[in-house]
């Protein structure tokens, strides 16, 4: 079992940063695949961001591609999305999750979920 829980969201202009913090509880978080995700109001939950337990392999949805980084410190049982160039599409609840058991693409693959944290980009 984990818990999951995000901070770091907020209001910001376009063109600016903004830097997600997803804190997890329980030994076995370095063990974890994860991954973070948004969802838009009338929207489905989209995929934004995997690492892999080590860190050592991450991968991006094309539209945050150069923009966004995800990394992990397993030492804080933490993993953090950096957002950089935001754009009024990026808008979005932005979600953290451990754990896929099957496509660690696709949304319905996670066990764990935190409860999101609230991005808003500004024009």
């Known amino acids: 079992q984990v818990q999951l829980v995000e901070s770091g969201g907020g209001l910001v202009q376009a063109g600016g940063s903004l830097r997600l913090s997803c804190a997890a509880s329980g030994r076995t978080f370095s063990s974890y695949v994860m991954g973070w995700f948004r969802q838009a109001p009338g929207k489905d939950r989209e995929f934004v961001a995997g690492i892999s337990w080590s860190g050592g392999r991450t991968n991006y949805a094309d539209s945050v591609k150069g923009r966004f980084t995800i990394s992990r410190d397993n030492a804080k049982n933490t993993v953090y999305l950096q957002m950089n160039s935001l754009e009024p599409e990026d808008t979005a609840v932005y979600y953290c999750?451990?754990?896929?058991?099957?496509?660690?693409?696709?949304?319905?693959?996670?066990?764990?979920w935190g409860q999101g944290t609230q991005v808003t980009v500004s024009s």
């Open positions: 999750a451990a754990d896929p058991r099957g496509d660690p693409q696709q949304h319905r693959s996670y066990a764990y």
